[in-house]
């Protein structure tokens, strides 16, 4: 007897409980139709399921069914051609004890060829979905994280240095990533890891001291100070001493100078003022401001425990860690005893480990400071911290701009806040030209100008290059946050039309009809599955694409049918699959750190 025929003549018996969906593995939020489809056919011929769930596939043709297995890689296992294995799959499944079950879920199987085709129970599946996305408001998606800790470091501008738009990309990805692990269930803590200690402080108290005058200081802060930055570097080119008084002052600063210190402050605290207000419009929050300077007491400690490790060497007077031949050393401590940035870098490190126990450690820093964090890694490897393979560079591209009336000019620093500034005004009057009727104009505004920056910084794999272009942004009916904040507030609107013309929508009477949605529904299915990834390979933009393609698929529904008809039943049924779009898009966008809107 064949292998194959032996197992599937011994199914009966190996059914210990009956298969209700139901009950396999944890709840999900959504169905789990693959995991589901696998435990059955895993049952019917003894192969793993998890390798069945692996090969199965979405026929290009419904006709072919919503799902299909092909068997050639059941060959040797069950010791018979793909055919015949096909064939038998479907014999059994309608000959074995699975009869009353998988009438709930499985419909039809059906052997073609080497594939089995499935089909899923229309009605059963769309109630299920529905529900789950409507009722259950996406409860269940929290078991992924539980009990686990992600620390994200992200945004973490310089102090006197104007917040630029570089640091906008790491401010918006390491805020759509708290978003997505914090949903996930994940205890979550952000840190902004502030520029606001190193030699640069050594050269702007100079130059303050020289130059400054604190009524244009308190003016524009950062403005002020930066070109004061500039004016040093200008001057030193000539007169080399300037360099020397910025070192000496950088350290009586790491030593605790009383001047050096209040200077200092001043500068931090007026920047950071600014870098609040922009946080602010952006809707960014940090548990934690913990710059560099947080960690400046305890780099002795740190050095010291380096040291002991065994790892260190002098070279030249400096302190340096070797890291082989394809990384040059990493730099623990000048000749004149500065500490540098990866000093800083190692204590925040081993710091941030201690307390918080981290599971993940996610640094959200553009690409040019790769080698950076391949020396950080390399160290604390080295200093066998075993938790350092859970720490991860998640870096991204670069950001220009399309037209000449923001480019960067040498020297000419793009401010995020007039980029904001200049796309809320733009949003303004658009919204203004499409629908001048609306309420709370300038909270959509700002809404939607704020909402393209970011949908603009996100629709996109992280590490490509980003082009600003500000004919892009903001078009209704391209790929930006406001077509999809527009697909949202339609749906609200379908929804009061609805009510207007019947009563107030019955979600769970809904659910009953519409098989006609199925596609569009198995569409929603693939949420949960889309935000896991995403936070598996730290990919907003696998979010964005999903939402694009789902506000897409239900835009052309909409077009090609009429949502609200004079039959009460069809009506109620689209607009409850419409509801549950309009909420997968809403809970979309918030991951990505974009508002939805109710109306515009
Ligand atoms: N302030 C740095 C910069 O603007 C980014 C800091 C990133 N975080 C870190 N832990 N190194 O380049």
Redesign the pocket.
């Known amino acids: 007897m064949c292998k194959l025929t032996e197992i599937l003549n011994s199914v009966n018996f190996c059914l210990e409980k009956p298969l209700n969906p139901k009950n396999i593995g944890k709840r999900d939020m959504k169905v789990n139709f693959k995991r589901n489809i696998a435990e059955t056919i895993s049952l019917l011929t003894k192969i793993e399921k998890e390798k069945i769930e692996s090969l199965i596939e979405i026929p290009p043709n419904p006709e072919l069914g919503d799902y299909a297995i092909p068997c050639f890689q059941f060959a040797r296992e069950l010791r018979a051609n793909p055919v015949e294995i096909a064939k038998n799959i479907e014999d059994s499944f309608y000959s074995s004890s699975l009869e009353n079950e998988r009438a709930k879920v499985i419909q039809k199987v059906e052997a073609k060829g080497p594939y089995i085709n499935i089909f899923l129970n229309r009605e059963i599946s769309i109630n299920d979905i529905l529900k789950n996305l409507i009722v259950h408001n996406f409860s269940g998606m929290e078991k992924y994280g539980k009990g686990k800790t992600v620390v994200i470091?992200y945004s973490?501008?310089?102090i006197a240095k104007p917040f630029g738009i570089g640091?906008l990309r790491s401010t918006v990805i390491g805020n759509s990533l708290k978003k997505i692990f914090n949903f996930l269930g994940y205890n979550v803590i952000g840190i902004n890891?502030l520029?606001d200690w190193g030699t640069q402080f050594g050269k702007l108290i100079t130059a303050y001291k020289k130059w400054g005058d604190e009524k244009e200081l308190d003016n524009e802060p950062v403005k002020y100070l930066y070109s004061l930055y500039v004016k040093f570097h200008k001057e030193a080119e000539q007169d080399p001493e300037l360099e020397e008084e910025a070192r000496r002052w950088f350290a009586k600063l790491e030593k605790g100078d009383p001047e050096a210190i209040s200077l200092w402050e001043k500068f931090c605290k007026l920047s950071l003022g600014e870098f609040k207000r922009i946080y602010k419009r952006l809707n960014v929050e940090f548990e934690y401001y913990m710059g560099e300077s947080f960690y400046s007491p305890m780099l002795d400690q740190t050095i010291e425990e380096i040291v002991k490790s065994g790892i260190t060497k002098i070279s030249e007077g400096a302190l340096i860690v070797p890291l082989g031949d394809d990384i040059p050393p990493a730099l623990l401590r000048k000749k004149d005893g500065s500490t540098l940035y990866i000093t800083r870098?190692l204590a925040?490190a081993i710091y941030r480990y201690n307390r918080f126990k981290f599971d993940l450690m996610l640094?959200v820093?553009g690409s040019p400071?790769a080698l950076h964090f391949k020396q950080l890694f390399k160290v604390l490897d080295k200093m066998s911290k075993k938790w350092v393979k859970n720490c991860h560079h998640v870096p991204f591209g670069h950001i220009s701009f399309e037209n000449e009336s923001m480019s960067t000019r040498k020297g000419n620093i793009i401010l995020l806040e007039d980029v904001i500034n200049r796309a809320v005004d733009l949003a303004r009057k658009t919204i203004e030209e499409k629908n001048p009727e609306i309420a709370e104009k300038d909270k959509v505004a700002e809404a939607v100008g704020i909402g393209a920056i970011i949908f603009n910084d996100l629709k996109n794999s992280r590490i490509k290059d980003i082009v600003f272009d500000w004919n892009e942004i903001l078009n209704f009916n391209g790929e930006t946050g406001v077509y999809l904040q527009y697909t949202h507030a339609r749906i609200t609107s379908l929804m009061k039309k609805f009510e207007a013309k019947y009563e107030k929508i019955k979600f769970e009477e809904g659910l009953k009809y519409g098989q006609e949605l199925f596609p569009f529904v198995m569409k929603l299915n693939d949420f949960e599955d889309v935000v896991l990834k995403s936070s598996e390979n730290f990919e907003p933009s696998i979010i964005s694409r999903y939402l694009l393609d789902l506000a897409s698929e239900f835009n052309s529904y909409y077009n090609r049918y009429r949502f609200i008809t004079e039959d009460y039943k069809q009506s109620l049924s689209k607009i409850v699959a419409a509801s549950a779009v309009k909420s997968v898009i809403k809970k979309g966008l918030n991951l990505l750190g974009i508002e939805a809107i109710e109306e515009m």
């Open positions: 470091d973490s501008p310089n640091h890891h520029g870098d925040a640094y820093v400071q």
